[in-house]
């Protein structure tokens, strides 16, 4: 009996120290990886070829960004990919998120004007990764569209033609590099791009009817760009299953965003208020691509704001069928029916966010006002998502900014116990939904694999796991998180 007591305490406590984050248990198949962009980490803007995008030209309008910081550089990685691939190996990293610069494939946007030096850049980079046994997952559109589509189409106003040229564009790189990308991402967080591009301005295009300078329609044209994403992502998908699938035996979906919307209270128009925010968030995009078409409280509340699929649009969703859900998640809010707005999305989605609850709060918060560290937050979102779509999920962006940062000392910078923290909780709470919820979340990537440009917020807010001088020749430097993301890999 001696060899199966002793047995049975190494597994106790084999679960014990499981259970306290040591050694967060994950299935042996588990995707681990981290994400960049490629306006966010590239720079040579005007290297190789590549055309102008809706945030190469909004970067530079002055105000538009923290002390008027562009991607012009960014982290150079354009031309240090040898150098952070080798970041790579040295944590062991197996995969890793990126997304390609439509406008350095096809400068003006069009199949017409095709760039050679760019399909050679990114089969390079593909190279690289592969040689080195790295998995790359690539996100086709993360926010630069093409500058000459917005200017002479009207960019994701434009219906008709976003579906053409995006599905030209998807077409592109499904042929060049399709044969060893075997991991599709369309569209990275479309409602982001639609609420903050074409609601309140604060992202490119910088469209708003409600800001000083006036341009555009709050009201309608946030549900107008979502549309046609919704639409191309369906083409990219629809070209991707029938020209490609069958030889090249990879997966494509979607990757989307929400924070988890918490009830307030346990009255019933909070609860209704929680689920209806969750439904204007991921349900805007998630329906439409899982179900044909958009939720009924959009359709109710939303009224002829939102557009219409046509039979043909909603037979090309049907067959277009996603092989998993792309999900990014940071933070957690309450939800209580109330808002104090006229109208517009927000009046329409008819709920107030807030991280208090008795004057507590929900959690601690990170550098960003919008972040707040609860990981039971994002058991609860994978838990909703399966249960409404039944999908396989990718967590596809996750990770968090330490507060002041930017401001901190070098060597605290880099000891940045607060991001572990984090990481930490939020991967405990997914590995609680796969083994206890049976949740299928099937891989996870950290946001992000270094500091880059933050878009609006320029390069104040650091997300990496790797630290960049932006002063110092864009010097990479791992921090603690980097370390210990690294041996949870390796475990």
């Not at 980490?41 to 030209?57: C, M, N, Q, T």
């Not at 409602?191 to 910088?206: E, F, R, T, V």
């Not at 609860?374 to 968090?400: A, F, H, L, S």
Request: with cysteine; hydrophobic share 35%; aromatic share 14%.
């Amino acid at each position: 009996m001696r060899p199966l007591f002793f047995f049975t305490l190494i597994l106790i406590l084999s679960v014990v120290t499981l259970a306290r984050g040591k050694n967060i248990p994950f299935p042996k198949d588990f995707v681990f990886g981290t994400a960049t962009a490629a306006y966010q980490i590239e720079g040579a803007a005007r290297e190789g070829g590549r055309g102008p995008s809706i945030w190469d030209y909004f970067s530079h309008i002055p105000g538009k960004t923290f002390k008027d910081a562009t991607g012009d550089i960014a982290c150079d990685h354009y031309h240090r990919l040898e150098e952070d691939v080798k970041l790579m190996v040295s944590m062991g990293l197996k995969y890793y998120r990126m997304s390609i610069s439509w406008s350095r494939l096809l400068p003006d946007g069009t199949i017409d004007n095709i760039n050679q030096q760019g399909i050679d850049h990114y089969n390079k980079e593909i190279d690289i990764l592969l040689k080195n046994g790295i998995t790359p997952f690539v996100t086709l559109y993360h926010w630069d569209l093409p500058l000459n589509l917005h200017i002479k189409y009207g960019g994701w106003l434009n219906k008709e033609a976003s579906m053409k040229h995006f599905g030209d564009y998807a077409d592109l790189c499904f042929k060049s590099f399709g044969d060893r990308v075997k991991n599709w991402i369309t569209f990275n967080e479309a409602w982001c791009a639609s609420i903050h591009g074409y609601l309140n301005g604060s992202q490119a295009p910088g469209r708003c009817s409600k800001c000083k300078p006036e341009q555009g329609d709050s009201d309608r044209e946030p549900y107008q760009a979502a549309h046609s994403m919704i639409l191309s992502h369906a083409v990219a998908v629809d070209i991707y299953l029938n020209k490609y699938k069958k030889t090249q035996k990879g997966s494509i979906g979607m990757t989307m965003n929400s924070g988890w919307g918490e009830p307030l209270t346990n009255k019933p128009e909070d609860q209704d208020a929680a689920q209806r925010l969750m439904e204007f968030q991921l349900g805007w995009f998630a329906d439409p691509i899982f179900r044909g078409d958009y939720p009924l409280s959009m359709r109710r509340q939303a009224g002829n704001l939102l557009p219409q699929f046509t039979q043909a649009e909603k037979q090309l969703l049907i067959k277009s069928k996603s092989d998993f859900f792309g999900l990014n998640h940071y933070s957690t809010l309450y939800v209580s029916a109330r808002t104090n707005v006229s109208s517009g999305y927000y009046a329409h989605m008819n709920a107030t966010t807030t991280p208090y609850r008795d004057g507590k709060p929900i959690g601690e918060r990170a550098d960003s006002t919008w972040l707040w560290v609860v990981p039971w937050g994002i058991r609860k979102i994978v838990n909703w998502v399966y249960d409404r779509y039944q999908i396989k999920i990718y967590i596809t962006e996750n990770g968090c900014d330490v507060p002041n940062e930017d401001k901190l000392p070098f060597d605290q910078i880099i000891n940045d116990t607060f991001r572990v923290n984090y990481l930490q909780g939020y991967l405990n709470a997914v590995s609680e939904a796969i083994h206890q919820d049976k949740v299928p979340v099937v891989g996870y990537f950290v946001w992000s694999f270094m500091d880059n440009f933050e878009w609006a917020d320029g390069y104040a807010k650091r997300f990496g796991i790797h630290h960049v001088d932006y002063v110092k020749n864009n010097t990479r430097t791992p921090k603690k998180s980097a370390k210990w993301y690294s041996e949870l890999i390796k475990q």
